[in-house]
């Protein structure tokens, strides 16, 4: 039976009736923004507009029908999610596939002390699901009973000699990493010039675990003041004041055109304020846990062995305050573009800004290389020809661990990839690098906005860094599945 502290998962469960409020909500913040632009235009609500007003009630009723027709329950080996009311539907998550399970905390859900519960899966933007709204502390131990039963299914699968067993060794190097929390948490400190505060409010997704060990805490004021220094709010500062200056001249036609651009600028602006504040990294038994969040908060958790790629940006307007941004490609995770909430969930940002010490301090300590150590080799002089001044920031540089790249003239980015990770090279050489004996090296690993190019290199060169890369590649990997037997045949 599925029994913990008490609980006994396996008897189907509804969610809790304030879920019901909730999600009609949900589906009401979707005709806000034709509502408002009807009103503030001057249109009469005709029947177009009734419609939508209408939604939300409509909503609200079939809420009530399909919390009741809603049930969730813990089979031996998956998770189960029983729902629809007029077409019934049932969707299982095996335990082998579940990658992350998270506990996010929207606004109205933590007024009544509710959360979410995601689990995140294999294959991409639909290997998602949500449960939503169940308490806090029934959320929490859920999350804890359903990771002991992957922790148990992904054990003795690698006993057996198959299934992740890549995953099973990363995450035992992130206990490994996270059971020295202290002392790991102050060395990533003191050499980024870090001040780690573990302070987390009441909620679920921000208490402390007691296996994480935390790497980094964006200070409020830093992460406002990058915020200020973005374009995106900068063209919503303009849109807004534009549409005020709009209102003032009493131009209802004009205003209803330039209304919605100016709800969209001003609502990604505020996106990613409520979002990224507070942000805090930490490693734990599982994997990388970052929190974040103003009014929704967030919980994500990143297993190690999915971390394929990592890029620190250096935006054009953070360059005089010294900050990056770090972003990240996950194996598996929907990077945008997926349905409903799977499509929400950004999985892409590892640090929203830090110092750029600490960026590549805390880079450096999850991939397991000096990364500031890594001398870099400039792209050949020649090269100015095809790329004009922006060659000068072209670079790259290889230890026996990672790959790292550099380009961007005004934006600086550095990619960083480890060989481990690289799942296939190609070599392009279009006719004007031709002319010039030159060629760009792409490395590709999983979906994501981290881009790794060896752009214009000599032609030699390109052809020695494919021929090298491969045989490192293939030496990882070796070196990981050798590493996973003898962990086995030492616990079996």
């Given amino acids: 039976m599925n029994q913990a502290a008490g609980v006994d998962w396996s008897v189907p469960r509804r969610t809790h ?4 409020l909730v999600n009609a909500v949900h589906e009401a913040r979707r005709v806000l923004s034709g509502l ?10 005709g029947g177009g507009e009734l419609v939508e007003v209408l939604i939300p009630v409509a909503a609200a009723l ?7 027709r809603t049930s969730f329950r813990v089979a031996p080996e998956e998770f189960r999610l029983d729902s629809g009311v007029l077409f019934r539907q049932s969707r299982t998550a095996r335990f082998d596939r579940i ?3 998270d506990v996010d905390q929207p606004v109205l859900a933590r007024l009544f002390g509710l959360a979410e519960l995601h689990l995140q899966l294999g294959g991409g933007r639909h290997g998602h699901f949500r449960l939503a709204c169940v308490r806090q502390e029934e959320a929490a131990r859920l999350r804890a009973f359903l990771l002991s039963r992957v922790e148990q299914i992904a054990a003795v699968e690698g006993a057996a000699g198959h299934g992740q067993q890549t995953d099973v060794a990363a995450g035992s190097e992130a206990r490994q990493q996270a059971g020295g929390s202290a002392s790991q948490g102050a060395a990533i400190s003191g050499a980024a010039g870090t001040v780690i505060a573990p302070v987390y409010g009441a909620g679920v997704p921000y208490r402390l675990q007691i296996d994480e060990a935390p790497l980094a805490v964006v200070p409020h004021g830093r992460f406002i003041a990058s915020w200020a220094l973005s374009p995106a709010v900068w063209f919503a500062a303009l849109a807004a004041a534009a549409s005020i200056t709009v209102v003032a001249l009493g131009s209802a036609q004009v205003l ?17 304020l409520q979002r990224y504040y507070g942000f805090t990294l930490s490693l734990s038994g599982d994997g990388i846990r970052l929190r974040h969040g103003l009014l929704n908060r967030y919980a ?9 790629a990592v890029e620190i940006s250096l935006p054009l307007f953070w360059r005089a305050a010294g900050w990056a941004r770090v972003r990240m490609n996950v194996a598996g995770y929907a990077h945008g573009g997926g349905r409903g909430e799977s499509g929400r969930r950004t999985t892409a940002v590892l640090l929203p800004v830090a110092p750029i010490d600490e960026a590549f301090a ?36 290889v230890d026996e661990t990672v790959v790292i790249t550099r380009r961007g003239l005004l934006h600086r980015r550095y990619a960083v990839i480890p060989h481990v990770k690289v799942q296939s090279l190609h070599l392009v050489q279009g006719p004007w690098q031709r002319s010039l004996s030159l060629a760009t090296v792409a490395l590709h690993t999983a979906r994501g906005p981290v881009r790794i190019l060896l752009k214009h290199r000599d032609i030699a060169e390109a ?16 070196g990981v599945r050798e590493g996973v037997r003898e962990a086995v045949s030492e616990n079996p």
Avoid: D, M, N
């Fill in 463 to 478: 052809q020695e860094f494919l021929t090298q890369q491969s045989r490192r590649s293939a030496t990882a990997r070796r």
């Fill in 62 to 68: 079939l809420g009530v029908l399909a919390w009741l």
């Fill in 362 to 397: 805390v880079v450096g300590h999850l991939l397991g290389a000096p990364l500031s150590e890594i001398p870099l080799h400039s792209a050949p002089s020649r090269a100015r020809w095809r790329a004009l001044i922006w060659w000068r920031a072209y670079a790259y540089g």
């Fill in 300 to 308: 994500q958790t990143v297993p190690v062995g999915r971390l394929q």
């Fill in 99 to 101: 990658q992350a399970v």
């Fill in 17 to 20: 009736p304030w879920s019901i």
């Fill in 36 to 45: 408002v632009v009807a009103v503030v235009s001057g249109r009469a609500l």
């Fill in 256 to 272: 209803s055109g330039t209304l919605p651009s100016t709800i969209a600028a001003v609502g990604l602006a505020w996106e990613r």
